[in-house]
C-alpha cells in the first residue's frame, strides 16, 4: 500500500528514481538540484537500491556516463539545473541523436551572469531544442510522477525527457506526496528492455559518422542519412502527445492521479481570460483566478504540463474561446519575447481564425516573488486592452524595479 | 611470457579498407592492440582520425563494438559503459577508451583525470600523433616545439610538449605503459598484460602521421624506429609504481647507445622551421628526460 510523506520537490525526485529501479545513476551537484543525488547515495549506500552510482567531475561526464550506460542496456538517472544544463548542451543533442531514453530531473533556476541560485525557467527553455522532451511539474506531486511517467513515455519513443520543476519553489519546499506502492510501480514500468544488445558476436558501430545521402549497407539495403536519422526524432516527437496520454491515462487507471491532459487547466471552460503559463506559477495563478472569479472576472488558468513535443491542438482548444490570454513566463528570447507566448501565437495562427488579445509578461527571474497582486495587475491591463483591442508592442517586465 | 612478432595471432579485427591515409601508423598499432584484446571487448572513442578508421555509416572494417561520443567526453562514456555493463551483470567485457592526443592532453584531461580518480576499471589509450588531425594539423599540447602546423604556420611552435604521461602517472593507474607503433609485439605484450589487470590502465602510443609531419609514407615504421632510438619516445611501463623500460629502450639503456635527434627531426617537413636554438634546446631536454628515465631504471 501506498503512504502520504511531507516531501520537498527533490526528494520526490530522488524516491521517484528509487521507485523507477534505476541502474546507472551520475551526478554533479548544483544547487537546488543537490540533494536528489545525496538522497539516491543514500539509498544506494544503504543497499535500498540496487545500482552504480558514478560521482562524476563535471555535468558533460554525468550526461556521458547515462548515454553510454544507456546504449548498453541500463536504465539512467541523472539531475541538474541552470550552468550545470547549459554545462551538458553538447551531450543533450548526443543523447536526444544516441536516441537514449535518459531521464533526467531539472531543478529550474536562473543562469549566470550575474549570479543567481534562485528561480526562474531560462536553463531549460535555453534548451528547447535539443531533441529531448519536456515536462514540467506544478507541485511535488507531480514531481514525482512525471518521473515515473517520463521513464514510461522515453522508453517507448526512445527519446530523453526532462522533468522540470521550479529550483526552491518546489525544489526545497515541503509538501504531502503520496507514494505509490512499489509493487504498483514495478507493474506500470517494466524492467528496461534496450532495443539492442552488446554482442561480441556481432559487433556494432554505434553513433559513427554518417553521409548527406543514404548508402547501401553491406546487406544491399538502403540506410538513412543524418538528415534521415533526425527526420525520424522529429517523426517521433511528432506522434509522441497520444503515447504520453495513454501513459497518463493508464496511470490514472493504477495510481489514481490523471496525466492524460498535456496541460493543467483550471475554471478554463467559460473563461474570458486565461492565464497561460508552466510549472508551479500555475498553481498561483488559480489562486489568483479565484479572486478574480470572485470580483466577477470569467479567469481561468492554462498550464504547460508537456512542452516538447508542444501541445499545439489542445493548447489552440483550451485558449480559442478566451477573448484575452496572459502569457505569463520566467524566461525570455532576448531581443524578442517569451517562447511561450510565440508559441501560442504560431499556434493559434496556424489552426485557428480565432485571435484573442495575447498579452507576454516576463516575471520571476532570479527568484523575484510573483505576488497575487502582480496577477491581478495583469488581468486589469489585459482586460482594458482587451475591450479596446489594443495589441500589445513587446513583452512586458513585471517587477524587475530597481 | 612475451610473444614475438612471429607468434602474433592471426584472427584480425581490422579488416581491409579503413579509410586512414596512407602510411598512417594508427592502424598498425590498433590492429595488433585488437589482437590482444579480443572480441569480448566495448571501445568508446570521440571525433579524431580513429573515427575515420572506423569508416562510415553503414559500413564498419572494424569488427569489435564501438560507442561514438563527444570531444571532451571520451573517459566518461567508458565509465558509463563499465557502470552499464555491471549494473546489467556483463563484467565479462574489457570497456577501452581511446583519443588521440587534442582529445586526451586538451579538451579530455577533466574526464580522464574524473575517471582515473574513481579508479574506473576500464583501459584508457591516448595515441599521440602531435596534432589535431582530424580537423587538419592544429597545434596541441602535444605538439613538439619547432613544429610547424596549420596553427602555427609561420612561426613553430615554442612551447614543449605538455607531459601527459607524468600527469597520468600522479593518478597512481594500476598500469601505466607506453608504446609506438614501430614495435607492434611490444604493443601486443602490453596490452595483453593491461588487459589482465583491473582498474584504471593508461597507455601512450606514440603514431606517425605522414600527413601532419610531413614524410613519405614509405617512412612510417622507419620514423617511429628513430623516435624511440633518439629516446624522443621511450618505452616504458609502470605496475604498482614499479618502473620498467622495455623493449629498444631497455635495450638502449642497457647499451648506453641513443641516436642524436636530428635524423628524426630532419626526416619531416614539420620541422622545416626549427631554429638551431630550438634544436639545441630539443636536444638538451631529450637528454635530461632520458638520464631520468635511465637512473630510474636503475642504470
Ligand atoms: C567540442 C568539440 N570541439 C571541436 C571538435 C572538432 N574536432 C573534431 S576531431 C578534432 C581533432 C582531433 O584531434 P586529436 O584528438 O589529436 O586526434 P587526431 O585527429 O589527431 O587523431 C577536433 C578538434 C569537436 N568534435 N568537438
Ligand atoms: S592524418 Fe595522420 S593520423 Fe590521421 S589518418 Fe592521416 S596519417 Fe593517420
Known amino acids: ?402 | 611470457m612475451s610473444v614475438t612478432t612471429m607468434e602474433l595471432p592471426e584472427v584480425e579485427y581490422i579488416l581491409p579498407g579503413t579509410r586512414t591515409c596512407a602510411g598512417c601508423g594508427l592502424p598498425i598499432a590498433y590492429r595488433h592492440m585488437l589482437k590482444a584484446l579480443g572480441p569480448k571487448m566495448i571501445m568508446t572513442h570521440p571525433a579524431c582520425c580513429l573515427t575515420i578508421l572506423h569508416g562510415i555509416y553503414p559500413k564498419t572494417p572494424v569488427a569489435i563494438n564501438a560507442v561514438n561520443n563527444t570531444f571532451a567526453g571520451t573517459a566518461a562514456s567508458a565509465s558509463g559503459l563499465v557502470a552499464g555493463l555491471k549494473a546489467t551483470g556483463r563484467t565479462d567485457y574489457t570497456v577501452v577508451a581511446m583519443a588521440g592526443d587534442g582529445g586526451t592532453f586538451d579538451m579530455g584531461i577533466q574526464a580522464l583525470s574524473g575517471a582515473a580518480e574513481r579508479e574506473t576499471d576500464f583501459i584508457y589509450v591516448c595515441y599521440d600523433n602531435e596534432a589535431y588531425m582530424n580537423t587538419g594539423v592544429q597545434r596541441s599540447s602535444a605538439t613538439p616545439s619547432g613544429a610547424v602546423t596549420t596553427t602555427t604556420p609561420v612561426i613553430p611552435k615554442e612551447q614543449a610538449k605538455k607531459d601527459f604521461i607524468q600527469i597520468m602517472e600522479a593518478h597512481d593507474p594500476a598500469y601505466l605503459a607506453t608504446m609506438c607503433s614501430s614495435y607492434p609485439a611490444d604493443i601486443y605484450n602490453k596490452f595483453l598484460k593491461a588487459k589482465a589487470i583491473k582498474g584504471t590502465r593508461f597507455i601512450h602510443m606514440a603514431v606517425p602521421c605522414p600527413t601532419g609531419w610531413s614524410f613519405p609514407t614509405k617512412d612510417t615504421v622507419k620514423i617511429g624506429r628513430l623516435a624511440v632510438e633518439s629516446a624522443v619516445v621511450v618505452l616504458y611501463e609502470v605496475e604498482n609504481g614499479a618502473f620498467r623500460l622495455t623493449g629498444k629502450s631497455l635495450s638502449m639503456a642497457r647499451s648506453g647507445k641513443k641516436q642524436p635527434v636530428n635524423e628524426y627531426l630532419e626526416m619531416q617537413g614539420r620541422f622545416k622551421r626549427i631554429s638551431a636554438e630550438q634544436l639545441a634546446e630539443f636536444q638538451r631536454q631529450i637528454d635530461v628526460k632520458w638520464e631520468r628515465f635511465r637512473k630510474r631504471a636503475g642504470f
Open chain 1, 1 to 402: 500500500m501506498g503512504q502520504t510523506l511531507i516531501l520537498t520537490g527533490t526528494q520526490a525526485a530522488a524516491l521517484a528514481a528509487k521507485l523507477c529501479r534505476v541502474q546507472v545513476i551520475a551526478a554533479y551537484p548544483i544547487t537546488p538540484q543537490s540533494k536528489i543525488p545525496e538522497v539516491l547515495s543514500e539509498y544506494v549506500e544503504k543497499g535500498e537500491l540496487q545500482a552504480e552510482f558514478v560521482r562524476v567531475e563535471s555535468e558533460h561526464s554525468a550526461m556521458g556516463v547515462c548515454i553510454s550506460a544507456s546504449l548498453v542496456g541500463a536504465r539512467v538517472f541523472t539531475a541538474t539545473a541552470a550552468n550545470g544544463l547549459a554545462y551538458m548542451h553538447e551531450q543533450l543533442h548526443w543523447a536526444a541523436g544516441a536516441r537514449v531514453p535518459v531521464v533526467m530531473p531539472v531543478t529550474n533556476r536562473g543562469l549566470g551572469a550575474p549570479w543567481t541560485i534562485l528561480n526562474d525557467m531560462q536553463d531549460t527553455i535555453a534548451q528547447r531544442d535539443t531533441g529531448w522532451m519536456q515536462f514540467y511539474c506544478m507541485n511535488n506531486q507531480e514531481v514525482l510522477d512525471q518521473v515515473i511517467l517520463a521513464y514510461k513515455v522515453a522508453e517507448q519513443l526512445m527519446v530523453p525527457t526532462m522533468v522540470c520543476f521550479d529550483g526552491f519553489r518546489l525544489s526545497h519546499t515541503m509538501m504531502p506526496v503520496s507514494i505509490p506502492a512499489q509493487s504498483d510501480v514495478d507493474k506500470y514500468l517494466p524492467p528496461y528492455e534496450p532495443l539492442h544488445s552488446i554482442d561480441s558476436g556481432n559487433p556494432v558501430n554505434i553513433n559513427p559518422v554518417v553521409m548527406t545521402d543514404p548508402l547501401r549497407g553491406p546487406d544491399g539495403e538502403l540506410c538513412p542519412s543524418y538528415m534521415g536519422f533526425r527526420f525520424r526524432l522529429q517523426e517521433t516527437m511528432e506522434s509522441a502527445l497520444p503515447v504520453i496520454a495513454e501513459a497518463g491515462r493508464s496511470f490514472a487507471e493504477r495510481f489514481g492521479r490523471s496525466y492524460e491532459d498535456n496541460l493543467h487547466r483550471y475554471r478554463t471552460e467559460d473563461a474570458e481570460f486565461i492565464f497561460l503559463t508552466m510549472g508551479s506559477l500555475a498553481s498561483e495563478a488559480s489562486d489568483t483566478v479565484d479572486i478574480l472569479r470572485e470580483r466577477g472576472v470569467k479567469a481561468g488558468v492554462v498550464g504547460i504540463r508537456v512542452f516538447r513535443p508542444f501541445p499545439a491542438a489542445s493548447l489552440v482548444e483550451a485558449t480559442c474561446r478566451a477573448k484575452s490570454v496572459a502569457v505569463v513566463e520566467k524566461a525570455i528570447s532576448y531581443g524578442y519575447e517569451g517562447a511561450l507566448a510565440t508559441e501560442l501565437k504560431a499556434a493559434l495562427f496556424s489552426r485557428n481564425g480565432h485571435r484573442p488579445v495575447i498579452y507576454n509578461y516576463i516575471t520571476g527571474l532570479g527568484g523575484k516573488d510573483v505576488k497575487p497582486t502582480d496577477l491581478l495587475e495583469v488581468a486589469q491591463e489585459i482586460i482594458n486592452g482587451a475591450a479596446g483591442n489594443i495589441p500589445q508592442e513587446k513583452p512586458r517586465w513585471l517587477g524587475y524595479g530597481v
